[in-house]
């Protein structure tokens, strides 16, 4: 693999422990999948970032990478375990707040920003049309790929990290044209709406393993749909990347794109999903918006559909601080917390200690939030409209 001068550098230790550690990183890596040469990268985004998944021989080693390391290029950082302005009142440990703490600080210590938001596309860190970057979170890594046009693997937290302290990552993979065409073509009957796009995500997900899927058939979606979509690819599947004839940035340019393998998705199918993914028996401790986190959209018609009734159960929206602060300046925070929603920041519904607060069961409208919520939290879930979610929320 051919290195500048810089980056043997690099490798050598010349600039430090953090960096030589991030170079041997990428270039492992590099080798493994046959790398020719590292391309720099405009942007990074670090997931690995909630206590409950690091642990304390994560902790050391960010905190060890913290000593003498600093990012070269605008680095986001992934949600954590916890709000880090009312864990207190909302009921998180005070020992894994604590440590939780510890982690954010060893992060900005590398100068990384404390965004805290698997959708960094809503807060600042939004990849233009070619741009290479370097980013983990599954569902952040489909939406820059598919609906910005945007270059990056699949990175893990250590790499993604690794690739933003040397400001390069290795060229393969889906940072070359070659391997960004679709494999198979998914030809839907109608548009849906909401959460059928989850639905679809997730059977196309499970369809197509890792192969990127071209979809037809998709006439309108919205940005929040697409987020929705993407997530339950990525979940279900390992798709990092897909396009929409006439939508999707690739899919225009290229508007003959074709894949040799073709599928066709019934309604039926989808409503085997909605199926798959309820426990009907069950009445939620908790409902929520918010996996990926949500926009200032979604804030917006949450609150519309309210019209003024007052939740009588926990309903939380996941969101990224960012668009709370949006959503305090227009007004629609304070109107949704009057009605007993609370919009929650800086953590989310799966990397959040959520059994510690007592909560055994959930409804939402992301595919991804009900099946990590069962399959790694343990608990029983629901899968619905946003309609429908206040519907059960006011009831
Ligand atoms: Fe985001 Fe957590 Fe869902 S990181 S995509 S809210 S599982």
Redesign the pocket.
């Given at each position: 693999m051919y290195l500048t001068r810089e980056e043997e550098a690099m490798l050598k230790g010349e600039y430090g422990y953090a960096a030589q550690k991030s170079m041997e990183i990428l270039v492992a890596l590099g080798k493994i999948y046959d790398a020719e040469r590292m391309i720099e990268i405009k942007s990074a985004q670090i997931s690995g970032v909630s206590y409950k998944s690091l642990g304390d021989e994560g902790l050391e080693f960010i905190e060890k990478l913290a000593e003498d390391g600093r990012v070269r290029v605008p680095t986001t950082l992934?949600?954590c375990g916890i709000d880090l302005e009312r864990w207190r009142e909302l009921g998180f440990p005070e020992d894994f707040a604590k440590k939780q703490f510890k982690v954010i600080e060893a992060y900005l210590k590398l100068g990384i920003m404390r965004t805290l938001t698997?959708t960094p596309y809503l807060a600042g860190n939004r990849p233009r049309l070619g741009d290479h970057i370097a980013w983990s979170?599954s569902?952040a890594i489909i939406y820059a790929n598919s609906v910005l046009g945007a270059r990056t693997n699949r990175e893990g937290g250590p790499s993604a990290l690794a690739a933003a302290i040397a400001g390069r990552t290795p060229l393969y993979g889906l940072h070359l044209d070659e391997n960004r065409s679709p494999e198979i073509e998914v030809k839907i009957p109608r548009s849906l709406s909401g959460y059928g796009y989850a639905a679809l995500g997730f059977l196309v997900g499970r369809l197509a393993g890792d192969k990127i899927p071209l979809f037809r058939g998709i006439k309108l979606i919205s940005d929040e749909e697409l987020k929705l979509l993407g997530?339950a690819l990525a979940c279900s599947g390992g798709i990092p990347l897909f396009h929409i004839e006439g939508i999707t940035p690739e899919a225009k340019l290229n508007p003959k794109i074709n894949a040799p393998e073709r599928y066709e998705i019934g309604v039926d199918e989808i409503k085997e999903v909605y199926d798959e993914l309820n426990d009907y028996d069950v009445d939620p401790d908790l409902i929520f918006i918010?996996?990926?986190?949500s926009s200032i959209r979604e804030l917006i018609i949450f609150l519309e559909l309210l019209r003024g009734r007052a939740v009588k159960r926990r309903t939380w929206i996941?969101t990224s601080r960012f668009t709370r602060t949006l959503g305090e300046k227009l007004g629609v925070v304070e109107k949704l917390e009057n009605l007993g929603v609370k919009v929650i920041c800086d953590t989310?519904?799966?990397?959040a200690p959520i059994r510690k607060l007592g909560i055994r069961s959930i409804a939402t409208n992301?595919a991804?939030?009900a099946w990590?919520s069962r399959n790694l939290n343990g608990l029983k879930v629901r899968f619905m409209s946003i309609e429908m979610l206040v519907e059960l929320a006011v009831k």
């Open positions: 992934n949600p698997c979170e569902s997530a918010g996996c990926p986190h996941f989310c519904p799966i990397v992301s991804k939030g990590f």
